[in-house]
């Protein structure tokens, strides 16, 4: 009962953070009439100090030493920071400039990219399903383009960038918090340089907008810290297969938020080409789920082979014994393994790859 509790908060965790996430194109508009680099330099700015209180409250201080001794991670730290500073600051900008549904697609299509940059960078090898998908999200944005008269450009430095920091945060291969840390503090010397800058020319709007605008700026390292402590806790509580499907939560809000709230026109070569890649992110799903089942299947068979394997053990003349699933001796035929255990490729998306900064 316990367990099943847990797994229910879990559940519940997980989906609070990606309606939240996907609710944030809400609070970008009220932010006017800062502009998306002033926005984004104070969330750099105020999520450090949310991160430290949230570092002070657990005492995790050890890897800070490890970190600042590891100059192959501090590099890379630093290229995620500056990724996800580009992924953010697009972001930002593109809601504020009506142009959220676009923003939507962005994170639509980020699993094909990823899987895509999993092929050609990490050489990982696709199922068929998965090259159907690949190639569907690919007409998606031909369509796409088409549609705009342009490539979808917003859509595709966000799947693109946020691909990329999923990549180099794989690599990295730290906690969630102790990674936002080092992140933010690696931003936070030139984001405070630069809000500095715009108080002493007189164009920040911090002050100028008034105590309640000063404090929905300062408000934004919450809005980022709150998901990412909610997406945290799901995290140690669901399957990583249930938080990967609850992803896909974060774009269909913003989505519906573009058509219904923003009211931004659909013509009918938009819709074709989101058409497209809801069918592409349903066939991964599909095979993702498929590929789960087959390789649970195959566990507990492994499992119950070998809790008989003594049992039937058949002695050889030189004293050793064949179980069974064993290759046969040297000369004779093997049977060969069953192909979900031969099957490579790329699972469900990763949900450390979301938004969680």
């Known amino acids: 009962m316990e367990g099943k509790n847990e797994q229910r908060a879990g559940l519940l965790y997980g989906i609070g953070a990606y309606v939240m996430w996907g609710l944030v194109p809400l609070f970008w508009p009220l932010l006017k009439p800062s502009g998306a680099i002033e926005i ?47 992924n953010w600051g697009l972001y930002i900008w593109a809601v504020n400039n009506g142009q959220v549904v676009e923003a939507s697609l962005g994170y639509f299509i980020n699993p094909l990219v990823t899987i895509a940059m999993g092929v050609l960078l990490l050489g990982e090898r696709l199922r068929p399903v998965q090259w159907v998908a690949v190639a569907t999200g690919l007409a998606a944005v031909l369509v796409l383009a088409i549609g705009y008269g342009r490539p979808p450009w917003i859509s595709l430095v966000l799947a693109f960038s946020f691909a990329t920091y ?130 649970r299947a195959l566990a507990v068979k492994l499992l119950a082979t070998a809790a008989a394997a003594p049992a039937t053990a058949t002695p050889t003349p030189g004293g050793a014994a064949i179980l069974p699933g064993d290759a046969a001796p040297l000369g004779g035929t093997t049977t060969p393994a069953p192909e979900a255990a031969t099957t490579t490729g790329t699972e469900a998306p990763n949900p450390t790859q979301q938004k969680i900064t």
């Open 166 to 295: 999923g990549l180099v945060k794989k690599k990295v291969n730290m906690g969630g918090l102790e990674s936002l840390a080092a992140e933010t503090a690696v931003l936070f010397v030139p984001a405070l340089g630069f809000l500095l800058w715009l108080a002493a020319t007189g164009k920040s709007t911090f002050t100028a907008g008034g105590t309640g605008h000063g404090f929905l700026l300062a408000a934004t390292g919450i809005v980022t810290a709150i998901p990412l402590i909610c997406f945290g806790a799901a995290a140690v509580r669901v399957p990583l297969s249930t938080l990967g499907l609850l992803q896909y939560l974060a774009p269909i809000f913003q989505f519906g938020l573009g058509v219904v709230y923003f009211k931004e026109s659909m013509p009918p070569e938009r819709w074709a080409g989101f058409a497209l890649v809801w069918l592409a992110l349903s066939l991964l799903t599909w095979d993702a789920l498929r590929t789960a089942r087959r390789n």
């Open 40 to 86: 984004l330099a104070h969330r750099m700015v105020w999520s450090l100090g949310v991160v430290t209180i949230a570092l002070l409250a657990v005492r995790r201080w050890a890897w800070i030493g490890e970190l600042v001794r590891d100059r192959r991670k501090l590099a890379l730290i630093s290229v995620a920071a500056a990724t996800i500073t580009v």
